[in-house]
């Protein structure tokens, strides 16, 4: 079982940068795509950026691209995603998932090892 712990959430003004990082615990994570999800309040879990195992396969939600980028370190075992240019409605609680297929996809049932979340509060 892989677990995943995000970091790099908080409190930002409108228009600056965060990092988020997801750190996993076991090698078989760089087998594994990453997805970044994300939750609001009141609202469901909606795909943000997913990158597959070795990084040659990238996709992202158009509410993000060109502001979020999404990256991963294998010797690591850590994905990252690097949001600038941040709005209020970027505010919601970050999700790191990984699951067993050849591209990420933006479907949350594709993934089967979820982190606990981190949150990432927009102020404008």
């Known amino acids: 079982q892989v677990q995943l712990v995000e970091s790099g959430g908080g409190l930002v003004q409108a228009g600056g940068s965060l990092r988020l990082s997801c750190a996993a615990s076991?090698?078989?994570?760089?087998?594994?795509?990453v997805g970044w999800f994300r939750q609001a309040p009141g609202k469901d879990r909606e795909f943000v950026a997913g990158?597959?195992?070795?990084?040659?396969?990238?996709h992202y939600a158009d509410s993000v691209k060109g502001r979020f980028t999404i990256s991963r370190d294998n010797a690591k075992l850590t994905a990252y995603l690097q949001m600038n240019s941040l709005k209020p409605e970027d505010t919601a609680v970050y999700y790191c998932?990984?699951?067993?297929?050849?591209?990420?996809?933006?479907?949350?049932?594709?993934?089967?090892?979820w982190g606990q979340g981190t949150q990432v509060a927009v102020s404008s």
């Open positions: 998932a990984v699951g067993n297929t050849a591209q990420a996809t933006r479907f949350p049932n594709d993934y089967f090892y």
């Open positions: 076991e090698r078989t994570f760089t087998f594994y795509a």
């Open positions: 990158i597959n195992w070795i990084g040659t396969s990238i």
